[in-house]
């Protein structure tokens, strides 16, 4: 079954400690991108990658870190947490940022920082 | 700064009524307007989307109208149902950065018995 799949759905975690949350797609995408979800302002992109080691900013990357190693994977790593990142989390891919793709999400990561 | 504006907030429409969510955007480098339906507890899957030469699309009970001029763009679900509560979003793409997937605020919709 084609997917996005992270890890994990849920994490309560406390102020500084360093976390990842896992990303990987099984449609060989050559796209990824991770959003935050906050209530009243939609989702909102953190960072996204256009293929293997090519990745930038998005729209709210600060306290954030991506990396992209390999195609299907796209982990987001909190280096130093913060109770304003407490959030749902959403991976998405798509098989190019070109032609209007559409973009293919997990079922999100809720994250909690104390 | 908010480029893409969604209203309503939330929407209670009675089963087999017509839910209007409407969309403005600011930004005329737009080119594609997706509509997202997400689901408690699952992420946002692709519902219905449009170019902005085309003023209007349908796909099933779900319709997408668009006005270029005023910069406004809305989804419209006919026979509304049950099945059909979930938050609604919608989303604007630039030209030639299909990467920079801008979303609006979200609407909560409940259709009632």
């Known amino acids: 079954e084609a997917q996005v799949t992270q890890n994990p759905r849920y994490l309560i975690t406390v102020t500084g400690k360093k976390l990842t949350v896992t990303c990987s797609q099984n449609m060989n995408h050559e796209y990824m991108s991770w959003y935050r979800q906050d209530p009243g302002l939609g989702l909102r992109q953190i960072y996204y990658?256009?293929?293997?080691?090519?990745?930038d900013k998005g729209d709210v990357p600060e306290g954030y870190k991506v990396s992209r190693k390999e195609k299907r994977n796209f982990p987001l790593i909190l280096e130093s947490p913060s109770p304003n990142q407490t959030s749902l989390y959403f991976c998405a891919s798509s098989l190019s940022a070109v032609g209007n793709q559409p973009q293919h999400f997990g079922d999100g990561t809720r994250l909690s920082i104390l | 700064q908010q480029q893409v504006k969604q209203s309503p907030q939330s929407l209670i429409v009675q089963k087999g009524g017509i839910s209007i969510i409407n969309c403005a955007y600011e930004n005329t480098a737009f080119d594609y307007f997706p509509w997202y339906q997400q689901f408690p507890g699952k992420g946002p899957a692709l519902l219905i989307a449009?170019?902005?030469?085309?003023s209007e699309k349908k796909e099933g009970r779900f319709t997408i109208s668009f006005n270029k001029s005023a910069k406004q763009f809305s989804l419209h679900i006919m026979d509304s149902q049950p099945g059909d509560s979930a938050t609604y979003f919608c989303a604007a793409i630039p030209t030639g950065t299909a990467s920079k997937l801008t979303f609006g605020t979200g609407t909560r919709l409940q259709v009632t018995l």
């Open positions: 990658s256009m293929n293997v080691e090519v990745t």
């Open positions: 449009i170019r902005p030469d085309v």
